[in-house]
Nanobody, 116 residues
Framework: QVQLVESGGGLVQPGGSLRLSCAASGSIFSITAMGWYRQAPGKERESVAIIPSDGSTYYGDSMKGRFTISRDNAKNTVDLQMSSLKPEDTAVYYC??????????WGQGTQVTVSS
């Protein structure tokens, strides 16, 4: 059974930084894309950043220049470095991984709150 476990969420002041990490564990055959999504109260889940197996990166428009996604294929981890955080970045952040044999899986989510 595959699991995705996130860490690193919390409370941060506007303009601050936070780093989220996600580790995949279990019977992992091959991970293709990994990424982060978020969902704010009353809003739909949106894509934050995606990183396919070739290392290319894709960001949501409001995240460009502030967020950086990275992955370690040997450790099956994906990180999200967030800087210049704004109150509107407040949301539950979910890790996502697409596995070649079993499809997509989600983490349980980690709360990020940007507030003074």
């Amino acid at each position: 059974q595959v699991q995705l476990v996130e860490s690193g969420g919390g409370l941060v002041q506007p303009g601050g930084s936070l780093r989220l990490s996600c580790a995949a564990s279990g019977s992992i055959f091959s991970i293709t894309a990994m990424g982060w999504y978020r969902q704010a109260p009353g809003k739909e889940r949106e894509s934050v950043a995606i990183i396919p197996s070739d290392g290319s990166t894709y960001y949501g428009d409001s995240m460009k220049g502030r967020f950086t996604i990275s992955r370690d294929n040997a450790k099956n981890t994906v990180d999200l470095q967030m800087s210049s955080l704004k109150p509107e970045d407040t949301a539950v952040y979910y890790c996502f991984a697409a596995f070649r044999d079993i499809g997509g899986r989600w983490g349980q989510g980690t709360q990020v709150t940007v507030s003074s």
